[in-house]
């Protein structure tokens, strides 16, 4: 009777214990999801913001010199840029 009641308790903590690493598992698998949801979707945000749209004034060539000045100035693309031109 002993016997079968230590048996009935090693196989109950035996499921707890795997029962608990599936939810640990499915923890962690859950927060790597939603923190590379939430990093693309502020990765996206910051893009979105550091590419503001050029403002048009009455300024020779049409652009804002105090919102864009880079662009007033016509510079080639340096070494290792994307833009090939």
Do not use: H, N, Q
Not at 31 to 44: A, G, H, M, P
């Amino acid at each position: 009777m002993l016997s079968s009641l230590a048996e009935w308790a090693v196989a109950v903590v035996a499921a707890g214990l795997v029962a608990g690493l599936v939810l640990v598992a499915a923890a962690v698998a859950g927060f790597w999801w939603l923190r590379r949801k939430i990093r693309r979707k502020v990765d996206s945000f910051i893009g979105v913001m550091t590419a503001r749209p050029v403002r048009v004034s009455a300024e020779p060539g049409g652009v804002d010199a105090t919102f864009a000045p880079s662009l007033l100035v016509a510079t080639p693309p340096g070494p290792g840029s994307r833009w090939t031109g």
